[in-house]
């Protein structure tokens, strides 16, 4: 029996399974790489929502990496006012600072 694995976005350097190394260097050597790139979000789309149980409603983000989408998020925090000057934001001392400072940028943007 095959055992399949299943790889998500960690720390810069993190290991990838095959065919992500080879779907990136696909689509880094044809000249339409938006197309398949577009293509390829598709289906990473549809293959996370058969693994959450998700619906094509559900929103699942991709992003370049969980760093600048914890950042990007931390801002919309501050921009929708879902984070104002009454609100605590909890930290663990365990994370990384890329998981961190987007955080403590954000709190003092809304204080």
């Given at each position: 029996?095959?055992?399949?694995?299943?790889?998500?976005?960690?720390?810069?350097?993190?290991?990838?399974a095959?065919?992500?190394?080879?779907?990136?260097?696909?689509s880094?050597?044809?000249?339409?790489?938006?197309?398949?790139?577009?293509?390829?979000?598709?289906?990473?789309?549809?293959?996370?929502?058969?693994?959450?149980?998700?619906t094509?409603?559900?929103?699942?983000?991709?992003?370049?990496?969980?760093?600048?989408?914890?950042?990007?998020?931390?801002?919309?925090?501050?921009?929708?006012?879902?984070?104002?000057?009454?609100?605590?934001?909890?930290?663990?001392?365990e994370?990384?600072?890329?998981?961190?400072?987007?955080?403590?940028?954000?709190?003092?943007?809304?204080?």
């Amino acid at each position: 029996q095959k055992t399949r694995n299943l790889f998500f976005e960690n720390a810069g350097g993190s290991q990838v399974a095959q065919p992500v190394i080879d779907a990136m260097a696909c689509s880094l050597s044809h000249r339409h790489r938006s197309v398949i790139g577009s293509k390829t979000k598709t289906a990473a789309r549809e293959t996370f929502q058969g693994l959450f149980g998700a619906t094509k409603a559900d929103p699942i983000i991709l992003g370049p990496n969980a760093s600048s989408l914890l950042s990007t998020l931390a801002d919309l925090y501050v921009q929708l006012g879902l984070l104002t000057e009454n609100d605590e934001v909890i930290i663990s001392a365990e994370n990384h600072l890329a998981n961190v400072l987007p955080w403590e940028r954000a709190a003092k943007v809304a204080s």
